[in-house]
């Protein structure tokens, strides 16, 4: 570099990584296996009941409905529904962002 001449750089920017809610999904299955937690995803399709949530788990001898939502998502219409029918019935249906949240429920 020639004398007198300062090399420029441009500043950093933070960047924020938000993960999908498929990592996400991926770490509650894995962290129910790890507390051997029988847990399943539900395969959504065309045919499918709308509002079905992610995951089910069996824990402590209830099933549990689990919906995974990144840090801003929320619930759609079905999905708002669907948590309404298993309060009625007394379900337990979460809706989760991290593992954080369902380690909290134990």
């Not at 570099?1 to 950093?12: D, F, I, R």
């Not at 079905?52 to 919906?67: C, N, S």
């Amino acid at each position: 570099m020639p004398k007198g001449k300062e090399l420029k750089v441009a500043p950093t920017r933070r960047v924020d990584f938000e993960p999908s809610e498929n990592d996400i999904k991926r770490q509650i299955k894995d962290f129910l296996k790890l507390k051997h937690i029988l847990c399943y995803h539900l395969l959504q399709g065309l045919r499918a009941y709308p509002g079905l949530p992610d995951i089910v788990a069996h824990i402590g001898g209830r099933v549990v409905y689990i919906e995974v939502k990144k840090r801003t998502g929320k619930l759609t219409p079905a999905q708002e529904l669907f948590e309404a029918q298993c309060e009625e019935d007394g379900v337990d249906y979460w809706v989760v962002r991290d593992v954080a949240d369902i380690a909290g429920r134990f």
